[in-house]
Structure formats: C-alpha cells, structure tokens
C-alpha cells in the first residue's frame, strides 16, 4: 500500500514575473524549513493540483507547487511565449526567487519531460530527481495517445 499523506490549504502562496508578461502561482504546503520539492504537473494545460501534495511527508518536505505559464491559476493564459526553453528559466526564477540552492525536482507526464530536461540543463542546482506517469514525446508515446490502441482508443 502506497503512503497518503494529508493534504491541506497551502501554507503561503507566491506570484512571481517570469517575463514575457506571464506571472506564475506558486503554492507552498509542508515544512518551511524541510527539504524542498517542485512538483511540475502534466498538460501542457493543467494546473497545479494539490493531491501531489500527498505524496510527501509534510514533515520532512517543503512541497512547492506551481501552474506553469498558460495554466492553471498563472497568467494570461496564453500560449504566447511558451516553449520548453521558457518554462525551464521559469523553473529558474521560481528557485532563486525562494533563494533555494537545492532541490528535488519532480514531474509527471509532461512535467516529467520538463523535470528532466530541467535537471540536464541545472545539475547543479538538482538533488534528486523523481518522475512518475512519464511522456517523453517519443513516437511510441504519440501513438498510445492518439493512435487506435491505449488511450488513443478510449
């Protein structure tokens, strides 16, 4: 059985300019003082959402959500100046902006594509890496979405 923990109200929530007109949300949840974790969601499209919270001890974390630019609670919701290129440098200005030197980096579906490329480009600045539900954009992951088998099918 697979840990749950709670998941509540966020703790603080921040707007910071990323440039380019866009503002994104971010929502802390967990510890202050524990170790920080991103949490890049899937879409592109979606939003942050608050049931990744579950997944970390509160205790021991500091859990960081964020709606990348377009999605969710940041604005505009505009594809405009949104690439792959943009939303790692927001991942970027979210990291200096909490002045974390650190941190571990997860994603799922197309955040999990994000996440990586991320952690290729930042090792640095990269603990851990943690993926889950991953699309890499691969022509087999085409094919199962859209194609007449896996969820192309639905």
Known sequence: M???YPVS???KT???LVGQGHQLEIEEHGSGDGLPVIVCHGGPGGGLSRFECAHFNPEHY???LFSQRGCGNSTPHSCEHNTLEHLIGDLECIRRHLGIGRWVVCGES???TLAMVYALQHREHVSALMLWASF???Q???DWCLGKSGAGAQ
Do not use: E, K, T, W
């Open 140 to 142: 087999q992951d085409y």
């Open 62 to 64: 500091r859990i960081l």
């Open 14 to 16: 921040h707007h910071v």
């Open 110 to 112: 197309f955040g999990a």
């Open 9 to 11: 109200a966020p703790r």
């Open 136 to 138: 890499f954009a691969s």
């Open 2 to 4: 697979a840990l749950s």
